[in-house]
């Protein structure tokens, strides 16, 4: 379908408006119902804690900090996290300023993934809404049938 397709001249709006007030009301059980449902859809309180799925990253988006110097080498080993302790004294400003932009990076994409999340969230919910309704109606009209 095309843009061109949806656009016409025939019938006017004036028609329709009166097609449409010509309309009976309807049913109050059809009211409270469509009332229901749209109450049921409204956008639910933001979470506060992040979602599980993002856990993990939000808790590596600072990569400017790595774990304490070990190491495992018996003989050198104290002598080789003396040099590591001292290297990151050193150099940390250095390295701070060159991944500060990467860190602004990882936390816009977390945000941006759990406004997503949040979103997928809304969606999941609105749609078991309305598979249920569909099968609602689905069982109404079979029994009409019947």
Known sequence: MHAEDLLTTSPTPEAVAAEVAALP???????EALRRTLESTEQAPVEREWPPILQAPRNK???RYVEPATS???VVGPVLVMAKRAFRLTFQPFINEVLRRQVEFNEAILDSLATLYEHQQVQA??????????????????????
């Open 72 to 74: 495992h080498r018996p």
């Open 125 to 146: 919910r609105t749609q078991a809404l309305w598979r249920k309704e569909m099968e609602e109606r689905l069982a109404r009209l079979e029994g009409r049938r019947d």
């Open 61 to 63: 988006k600072d990569s």
């Open 25 to 31: 009301p309807p049913p109050p059980e059809a009211l």
